[in-house]
């Protein structure tokens, strides 16, 4: 089944019992608690980007052979005040990258991939926590699906094996005061209930930049602790002094900033560059044909011709995140693409438009569909892909959190799963919901 035959069933379900979705305290804006995906499209795809992360490995140790690490620095726009915090043995070796694929559905039925957003600042499977939940309330567990797992239990699970290879008998999680998380305070609760019972006998933290303890920056607490950041270099407030200084204590800090030059938007240009798809096999060329729309860098040579076929155009800052700053070219106007760019050309990308359709989804009420346009974010863990982060909007293609993006979870299911969870929901009488709570 598609993703629409999977979904009409279960709204009208949940529409006959509880019609109104729930806003919870502090939360500031109401999730969408369950979206149902279809689970072969998930694995083809997961095994596609296993594929083109691959082949970005193999692309980016290619051009560490051509090119001095400064001239990379410069290829991928990396941040002037990360560069010194930047692992290239990371890079050269690859490994623990964690992130999230950006889904598209074609209006042919086609999933494409529109960004790859690598970094440990992901608050998304939060809304894995609150599917269950949802779930619980009606008499069914998530953890009772092939792919019911959080993305968390990933992470937790390379947190242990880091701390237990390294020897490190303290974990901080590490948040920054100024950062004002649109699931509220306690966004990163679920991360840290996950990361406690993964690594039950070591000590593990929730805590602010302000709250990092002087007494751990000594080179013999850092050798003990591990530090997950939960922010981009884009939120620091302090130019990264404080990173700097836990990182020269010795500590582990998962991950430093390699992830602005394997997360940078140029690269879905350089997926589509003859010399340098020479060097992958054929297996990585074909899941990036299949996977990648065409892509090209923005120059000062190439922007004027890229303005007149703009209606099939999206214009993308290559080092934003989470849809911010994007441009659909039938959406604008010459002026406005060219003053949003300026002079700094080398900074943007112009990617094929993935042509979607739009889906009649809940918005307010579950017996009440609004047609709105889909994103889905696949997330990966050190090679692991664990569940769908589901953004949807009804105003705009461009779906993202700025636009007014609705949030949710997507659970990738199988037919009979499918037909199991359906009988499940009409068989159980829902408990009084305490989300709202």
């Known amino acids: 089944m598609n993703f629409e035959e999977l979904n009409r069933p279960l709204f ?12 919870p305290q502090g939360y500031k804006a109401t999730p969408f608690p369950l979206a149902l995906f279809p689970a072969a499209a998930f694995q083809a795809v997961a095994a596609d980007l296993r594929l083109i992360l691959a082949a970005q490995s193999r692309m980016l140790a290619h051009l560490l052979t051509l090119h001095s690490r400064e001239h990379i620095l410069e290829l991928f726009n990396v941040p002037v005040q990360v560069r010194d915090l930047v692992d290239w043995s990371l890079l050269e070796k690859g490994g623990r990258l964690i992130g999230r694929a950006d889904v598209l559905l074609s209006e042919d039925g086609q999933y494409q991939l529109c960004e790859l957003n690598i970094g440990p600042a992901i608050e998304g499977p939060q809304l894995h926590e609150f599917c269950s939940r949802f779930l619980e309330t009606r008499g069914v567990q998530l953890s009772g699906f092939e792919h019911g797992q959080s993305p968390y239990v990933d992470l937790a699970r390379l947190i242990q094996r880091l701390c237990k290879e390294q020897r490190r008998s303290r974990v901080v999680l590490l948040d920054l005061e100024a950062y004002d998380h649109w699931a509220g305070a306690s966004a990163y609760q679920p991360l840290l209930r996950h990361v406690r019972q993964a690594c039950a006998d070591l000590e593990v933290v929730l805590i602010k930049e302000h709250q990092y303890q002087a007494q751990w920056l000594s080179a013999e607490e850092g050798a003990r602790t591990l530090v997950y950041r939960l922010f981009l270099e884009e939120e620091i407030v302090d130019g990264g002094d404080l990173v700097r200084r836990i990182c020269c204590s010795g500590a582990l800090l998962l991950n430093t900033f390699e992830n602005y030059v394997s997360s940078c938007k140029s690269w879905f240009s350089l997926f589509h560059e003859p ?8 297996e990585q060329r074909a899941a990036i044909d299949r996977r990648i729309p065409m892509t090209v860098r923005v120059s000062a040579q190439n922007l004027e011709g890229l303005l007149l076929r703009r209606q099939e155009l999206v214009f993308k ?25 300026g002079p700094s050309h080398s ?14 989804l809940p918005q307010a009420f579950w017996n009440q569909p609004v047609e709105q346009f889909v ?24 779906v993202n959190v700025l636009s007014g993006g609705m949030p949710g979870w997507a659970l990738p299911i199988t037919d009979q799963e499918h037909q199991r969870l359906l009988a499940q929901l009409k ?10 709570q």
Not at 275 to 282: S, T
Not at 348 to 360: D, E, F, G, L, V
Request: overall charge neutral.
């Open 12 to 23: 009208d379900v949940f529409g006959q019992r509880n019609p109104q979705l729930i806003k």
């Open 275 to 282: 010399a340098l798809r020479a060097v992958l096999d054929d």
């Open 317 to 341: 800052p290559c080092n934003s995140t989470g849809g911010k700053g994007v441009i659909l070219g039938e959406e604008a106007t010459d002026e406005l693409i060219r003053a949003c760019i």
């Open 347 to 360: 900074e943007w990308i112009a990617q094929a438009t993935i042509r979607q359709r739009s889906y009649a």
């Open 375 to 398: 994103v889905f974010g696949l997330y990966y863990i050190n090679q692991q892909m664990s569940g769908l982060y589901l953004r949807c909007n009804g105003r705009s293609r461009a």
């Open 427 to 436: 068989t159980q009488e829902p408990e009084p919901c305490p989300l709202a």
